[in-house]
């Protein structure tokens, strides 16, 4: 009975700890799928893994350390095998879809709504979030989880699973990249370039 009384506890604790400390990352763990997938379907079905992934293995996880750093490295490890799976499997064609867009009217598409829009607003321009979007996808991963995310590099290390001096690496060459897409955009804005 002493037993069963421990695993209970231990249960409840596990509980505890995905209620406390896992489940309010989901947002964060939306955006980050979604810029990774670009596909809100994509990104749901990585968040949902991520979370049963993180529950499984929940007695591997330090209660109270990061929590959300531990989340985004399962989500990351999680995309790169779905998308290594994709790339071994043929191109599939969803013939009801194809069959249903031809029936429809086009000008119905036009209230989708874009979440990387959405994410960005009121905080930067339609241009800003293009060119974020536009990074490859090792810049691009960099990028949102510094600037966006507000990890250091020390967890980014950790959750990229590459050297703190391959971040730097990859943040400065992101950011430059960034910078470079963007000059017509500040021009247009009024602002100059100081170098010469």
Do not use: C
Not at 42 to 57: M, P, W
Not at 98 to 126: A, C, I, K, P, Q
């Amino acid at each position: 009975m002493v037993v069963m009384a421990k695993e209970t506890s231990s249960e409840k604790n596990f509980e505890q700890v995905f209620e406390e400390e896992f489940l309010p990352q989901i947002d964060a763990l939306m955006t980050f799928a979604y810029h990774l997938t670009y596909n809100e379907e994509d990104a749901n079905d990585l968040v949902q893994e991520t979370y049963l992934k993180a529950y499984r293995f929940i007695e591997n996880y330090n209660e109270g350390t990061n929590a959300k750093a531990w989340l985004f490295k399962i989500l990351k490890n999680a995309f790169i095998n779905q998308y290594r799976r994709k790339t071994k499997l043929p191109t599939r064609v969803d013939y009801e879809e194809l069959v249903h867009y031809h029936e429809e009217d086009d000008g119905n598409y036009s209230s989708y709504t874009d979440l990387r829009e959405e994410m960005f607003e009121g905080m930067m321009g339609d241009e800003v979030t293009q060119a974020i979007n536009a990074l490859p996808v090792d810049f691009r991963v960099v990028i949102l989880l510094s600037d966006i995310e507000d990890f250091t590099y020390e967890e980014i290390s950790k959750i990229l699973d590459i050297p703190i001096g391959t971040v730097r690496s990859r943040l400065h060459r992101a950011r430059n990249l960034l910078k470079e897409q963007l000059k017509t955009y500040a021009a247009s804005l009024g602002y100059k370039n100081k170098r010469k």
